[in-house]
């Protein structure tokens, strides 16, 4: 039994070719010979040329159509899928002095914003509300005290582990230098320490970033 679409296709396929339908089943070229002459007259359907499709093989034309928009949509909702696997799967190892590190992972979102809401409750008013420190923190040191350094990648912090990070935000700084950063033990916890952590790392470049994670996971090796 024909399908439609093969029905369709060597209707167009005959029809172009050969004159052979010009003596159709129905008798007589139904369109006239003059819009033949290039072949497939424009707007023709497979019934002006024989007989009209059954309403079976109408059936399985659109059912055609459906499963390959459902082949498509699956198609496209796999590469959606497989999109962050592969984006993994392609991060490089950071290497520096010839000593490889992981490559860095991916922060997460919600975890970066949590960090920013405790940075701006607990930091911002001295480390400034981007990150940016003081306004006088180039100055120096006046009478011996430090002003609060900037976090982003003008600052410091990013040449620091995160264990050292983690224990100077939890202890504060060294009362021997007459430090002004205070101690959030009793305030903040590990989680919620390593989440501004996070709001800060969201905030550095490419390389302070990938220093920083090299530093952490491989820095003691070298
Ligand atoms: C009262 C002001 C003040 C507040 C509030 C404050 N800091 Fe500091 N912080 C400082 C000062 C001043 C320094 C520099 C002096 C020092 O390192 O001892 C500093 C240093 C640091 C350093 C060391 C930076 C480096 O490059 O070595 C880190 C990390 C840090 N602060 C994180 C934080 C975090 C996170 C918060 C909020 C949870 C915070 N600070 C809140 C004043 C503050």
Redesign the pocket.
């Known amino acids: 039994m024909h399908t439609g679409v093969l029905y369709h296709v060597s209707t167009r396929f005959t029809s172009s070719l050969t004159d052979k339908f010009l003596t159709s089943p129905r008798g007589g070229n139904p369109l006239g010979a003059s819009q033949l002459s290039i072949g497939y007259p424009l707007g023709a359907k497979a019934k002006d040329f024989g007989r009209v499709p059954t309403g079976r093989e109408r059936s399985f034309m659109k059912q055609w159509r459906m499963w390959t928009v459902v082949f498509l949509i699956g198609a496209i909702g796999a590469i959606w899928l497989l999109r962050s696997a592969w984006l993994v799967s392609t991060a490089q190892p950071v290497v520096i002095n010839n000593l490889a590190a992981p490559p860095v992972p991916t922060l997460n979102a919600n975890r970066v914003a949590q960090g920013a809401t ?2 701006a409750q ?2 911002a ?3 400034g509300a981007n990150l940016e420190g003081a306004p006088n923190w180039q100055a120096g040191p006046a009478d011996g005290i ?4 900037p ?1 982003d990648n003008s ?3 990013w ?2 582990k995160d264990d050292l ?1 983690i224990r ?2 939890t202890n504060g ?2 009362p021997a ?1 007459k ?4 101690a ?1 033990k009793a305030s ?1 916890n590990e989680d919620e ?1 390593i989440a ?1 952590l996070d709001f800060m790392k969201s905030k550095w470049g490419k390389d302070e970033r990938e220093f920083q994670w090299w530093n952490t996971a491989v820095g003691d090796q070298q």
């Open positions: 405790l940075y607990h930091c008013a001295c480390h430090y002003p609060a350094p976090h600052g410091h912090t040449h620091h990070l100077i935000v700084g060294d230098y430090s002004k950063m205070p959030f903040l320490v501004i």
